[in-house]
């Protein structure tokens, strides 16, 4: 088991473009969470999908939208990117909510 | 609003010294608290969670409610354990949102 995998590992990106990232959950995991940690900070919530719904949402605008597929991998979409959306994005799947999380290695995006 | 407070951004001791990183949260319900560790070029994982009252790696942390804190401690630090630390936090029961700090670096000088 790889453990979480995200693609891609890097991104860059121009102010007002679309990104999209993926996410594949460890294998047995049904929940992907969705973190954004800019330099220097800890990780920011974004939102958590379970069963294909998003369950719970932090303090992100609606430019961060998300989906789950039935096989439980996940993509985090960002549209209208701004220069501050610049950060490294973290997923990390879970069994059923919060258990422990396994987290994957990050995409960086770099928005010009 | 949850919250959680780490106020050292860099913690320096010497190899066998003990070792104190602070966590303080502010939540109006009852939480779970975790701490995670990232070591260097490798993955956030969990150290410990307080439901678990465990000792990892030598790592312990008690919940303090009355002071709103759980900091994370071990007797003698070891040089493996240099690495960033995060508090989390996240309310207990149904779907979870989880806040996390913005986290110590912990170094251990040989």
Known sequence: ?112 | AQRVTQPEKLLSVFKGAPVELKCNYSYSGSPELFWYVQYSRQRLQLLLRHISRESIKGFTADLNKGETSFHLKKPFAQEEDSAMYYCALTNSGGYQKVTFGTGTKLQVIP
Not at chain 1, 41 to 52: L, M
Not at chain 1, 78 to 86: E, F, M, R, Y
Request: charge should be negative; charged fraction near 15%.
């Open chain 1, 1 to 112: 088991d790889a453990g979480v995998t995200q693609s891609p590992t890097h991104l860059i990106k121009t102010r007002g473009q679309q990104v999209t990232l993926r996410c594949s959950p460890k294998s047995g995991h049904d929940t992907v969470s969705w973190y954004q940690q800019a330099l220097g900070q800890g990780p920011q919530f974004i939102f958590q999908y379970y069963e294909e719904e998003e369950r719970q949402r932090g303090n992100f605008p609606d430019r961060f939208s998300g989906h789950q597929f039935p096989n439980y991998s996940s993509e985090l979409n960002v549209n209208a990117l701004l220069l501050g959306d610049s950060a490294l994005y973290l997923c990390a799947s879970s069994l059923g909510g919060i258990n422990e999380q396994f987290f994957g290695p990050g995409t960086r995006l770099t928005v010009l």
